[in-house]
T-cell receptor, first 110, second 116 residues
Framework: DAKTTQPPSMDCAEGRAANLPCNHS???????VYWYRQIHSQGPQYIIH???NNETNEMASLIITEDRKSSTLILPHATLRDTAVYYC???????????FGKGTKLSVKP | DAGVTQSPTHLIKTRGQQVTLRCSPK?????VSWYQQALGQGPQFIFQ???????QRGNFPDRFSGHQFPNYSSELNVNALLLGDSALYLC???????????????FGPGTRLTVL
């Protein structure tokens, strides 16, 4: 079973920041938080990952709470092309497979 | 640089038949994982291949088998197809994980299998 909890759906206005929450209250000290997204009819795409510190790349920012029990993926200026299902995944560094939940369906509206 | 490619893109089979799906990993990658994604669900891990051997397996019956070739490409075989095998089958490639470090997986576009 997935170790994360995400809201099933969210809406966001185009150009605004999209903040996608994820709860992972049972996370272990050696487990990373990874985010993938899946645009309709495509394979999942890696977005970002983190262990303890906040991370930022060209796609998004990842904010992890100090107790590491939850995190938020931030898309700073959402576009229509960001409409997708977003998956938050907790994984040990040595683990080979990804355990997907149902994710959050983000709809970016004009 | 080509990403992960899969063939065919779509496939229709009938119950009881057998199917083979193919995957070519991203250039430089040596590990291939297969996932099944039913409609409305997240992908479910089937198995992973490295050095031509199955290294890890999810909760799937023996009807699901695979193979990895010396060039790192891979095949997924499903025997005795059931209606419930209808799904999107995703292949993902990665580099062999270094000790304690997870290497991100790059996914292909998938093969849509319909079992009638």
């Amino acid at each position: 079973d997935a170790k994360t909890t995400q809201p099933p759906s969210m809406d966001c206005a185009e150009g605004r920041a999209a903040n996608l929450p994820c709860n992972h209250s049972t996370i272990s000290g050696n487990e990373y938080v990874y985010w993938y997204r899946q645009i309709h009819s495509q394979g999942p795409q890696y977005i970002i990952h983190g262990l303890k510190n906040n991370e930022t790349n060209e796609m998004a920012s990842l904010i992890i709470t100090e107790d590491r029990k939850s995190s938020t993926l931030i898309l700073p200026h959402a576009t229509l092309r960001d409409t997708a299902v977003y998956y938050c995944i907790v994984i040990r560094g040595s683990q080979g497979n990804l355990i997907f939940g149902k994710g959050t369906k983000l709809s970016v509206k004009p | 640089d080509a990403g992960v490619t899969q063939s065919p893109t779509h496939l229709i089979k009938t119950r009881g038949q057998q199917v083979t799906l193919r995957c070519s990993p991203k250039s430089g990658h040596d590990t291939v994982s297969w996932y099944q994604q039913a409609l409305g669900q997240g992908p479910q891990f089937i198995f992973q291949y490295y050095e031509e051997e199955e290294r890890q397996r999810g909760n799937f019956p023996d009807r699901f088998s695979g193979h990895q070739f010396p060039n790192y490409s891979s095949e997924l075989n499903v025997n005795a197809l059931l209606l419930g095998d209808s799904a999107l089958y995703l292949c993902a490639s990665s580099l062999e994980r270094r000790a304690g470090i997870y290497n991100e997986q790059f996914f292909g576009p998938g093969t849509r299998l319909t079992v009638l």
